[in-house]
């Protein structure tokens, strides 16, 4: 065993005893109905109900509040700063590369699968996995946004409630599912819950590397510190938090080798990712880039693992063809690479006002961009005066699809 096998070894056997101990205080007082009221608790109130609040609970929220003795609120301010610069095409990575890449972990597939079918939408609006991609976006935003992690910030509640979910996870499934602990370990174990910290940090600094954006030492350095921060928040073990970006990518790509394998749970995931990223850009021009770019990002290992295929078909590699002419900028000398990063230009602006027009104004889903990041984000995007408004597109025929769009002159 190497020391990374150390490292991990039997991190699939514990979780979290604080939130663990939080939600089964809650349930030996007030039965069942208490996950009830933690999922209400956290998807109703963007502040907390303090008069409803059970002491255990507003304990738990007092208890997770509280920082590292070693914070540095300069240095997170620096990570912000740099997320306010990049955070269009990391949240790109995160779909294409983040995503993808924990999909491919089998056992922890498993439990995102499962819970994607608890939280289905009631009116059928959304998918059982798309909503769930929203609030990942929403929580990425919150922590990393100006004063997010500051006393009493928007990223610090967003933390403590996603680990509250996370431990009434793993109750309802050891209790009440025949979860299989021997086999898949405990529900969002350690290792799980480190590999997704390194999926959201490390791996989205890999990522813009790939497509060709220049970062310095300490830029990268800077937006992993915001996220060993998050990482204390959300209960990690300081021993699976990295120091710096080469021990979070050494570890990162270790818990890959120990996980990754095939599995129905993976292929399913990263579809909707897929399916999401197509339906909300309107036409199909861009329908064939996601998958493209997943596989660019990931590898050709882990790609085959979640089901990518290389190439849809010949009409996908026709349209594929076709979107490169139309597209400036694009000429037949580039190699695939190239072409690779000069589409993604164009494609993290189209995903970004795709998601705010799709679920603002049409399924009633409210998505936070908060003004220090919007201001910025409109620069880029064009946010605040769209070229085009009022898209309705028709479900998917095949490879086919119809949109309306009204256009509007910019002032």
Known sequence: MNELDVLLDNKRLIADPLADQTVEKLIESNGLDSIRLIFDIVSKNEDLPEVEMPEVLRSYF?????LPEWVDFEKIREGERFFEEYGLQISMMLLCKSLPATYACAKGAEVLHMTGRFQADENGDLSKFTRRLMETAQFVIDVMSEGGLGPNGRGIRTAQKVRLIHAAIRYYLLNKHNWDTEYFGLPINQEDMAGTLLAFSVFPLEGLLQIG?????????????????VGHIMGVL????????????????????DQKAPSEAGRELTDACVTFMQNIIPGTVLDFYPKLLMRHLIGDELADIVGIEAKDSLLGSLIEKASF????????TMDH??????????????LLQGM?????????????IP?????????????GQPEWLSVISTPAIGKWRLSIQHHTQKS
Do not use: C
């Not at 007092?62 to 509280?66: F, H, M, P, R």
């Not at 954006?213 to 921060?229: F, G, H, I, Q």
């Not at 300081?238 to 080798?257: A, F, M, R, S, V």
């Open 62 to 66: 007092e208890e997770t509040a509280q």
């Open 213 to 229: 954006v220049d970062l310095t030492e300490e830029e990268k350095e800077s937006y992993l510190y915001a996220w060993r921060v």
């Open 238 to 257: 300081p021993e699976l938090i990295p120091q710096n970006y080469d021990e979070g990518i050494k570890l990162g790509y270790q818990i890959l080798d």
């Open 325 to 332: 002419i139309m597209i400036d900028a694009i000429d037949d």
């Open 337 to 350: 690479s190239e072409i690779i990063s000069k589409l993604a230009q164009h494609f993290n602006k189209s």
């Open 356 to 368: 705010l027009l799709y679920f603002n104004d049409y399924k009633k889903v409210h998505f936070y």
């Open 371 to 383: 003004p220090s990041l919007k201001e910025n984000w409109e620069k880029t995007t064009e946010l």
